[in-house]
């Protein structure tokens, strides 16, 4: 029995220096602000700001995508977006093939995306970096990108058991 498995994060270099640059910055600017002599800034204020600008970047670190293929199917989860496991059984799979994808301009960037806020014709797409995708074309119509960086091995296990089908 062949099984595909692959967890990842955010964990981009670029990301992360964006994100540090979006907090060190107004951080400066809030510090400097706090540290004038007649700043109308109380110490609660500062800290209750501080807090607000790291608990706004940190959540994304923890944002995790899981994929397994096996022999009942693909199975998915998208934390924090999906607390439990989504499955898809081969049975409801019209086709699923790896592909190269862009994610901008197919739909508008990384993480949960697509369905009715941009284009609708492609489905949704479930990724954390890259720009390939198992692509799943369900017998409902219903279309999934799930991102991918194995690309190899996917190809390998999807190949296994769509011979099945």
């Known amino acids: 029995m062949k099984v595909f498995k692959e967890e990842q994060r955010f964990t981009q270099t670029w990301?992360?220096?964006?994100?540090?640059?979006?907090l060190v910055?107004?951080?400066?600017?809030?510090t400097r602000e706090f540290l004038k002599e007649n700043s109308e800034f109380t110490v609660g204020g500062f800290l209750g700001?501080?807090?607000v600008l790291i608990a706004s970047i940190v959540p994304i670190f923890?944002?995790?995508?899981?994929?397994r293929i096996d022999e009942v199917g693909i199975h998915y989860r998208f934390f924090p977006f999906h607390f439990k496991t989504k499955r898809i059984t081969w049975q409801e799979i019209e086709k699923v093939y790896v592909r190269i994808y862009d994610p901008i301009g197919d739909?508008?960037?990384?993480?949960?995306?697509?369905?009715?806020?941009?284009?609708?014709?492609?489905?949704?797409?479930?990724?954390?970096?890259?720009?390939?995708?198992i692509q799943l074309e369900l017998?409902?119509?219903?279309?999934i990108?799930?991102?991918?960086?194995?690309?190899?091995?996917?190809?390998?296990?999807?190949?296994?058991?769509?011979?099945?089908l």
């Open 107 to 133: 739909y508008g960037g990384w993480g949960l995306k697509g369905g009715f806020l941009w284009n609708k014709s492609k489905g949704i797409a479930i990724n954390v970096s890259g720009d390939i995708g």
């Open 49 to 51: 700001v501080v807090g």
């Open 62 to 67: 923890f944002f995790k995508l899981i994929t």
């Open 25 to 30: 910055v107004p951080l400066v600017l809030i």
């Open 145 to 164: 990108l799930i991102g991918t960086q194995k690309k190899q091995e996917a190809t390998s296990v999807i190949e296994t058991y769509t011979k099945k």
């Open 139 to 143: 017998k409902t119509g219903k279309k």
């Open 15 to 22: 990301l992360i220096v964006l994100m540090g640059f979006s």
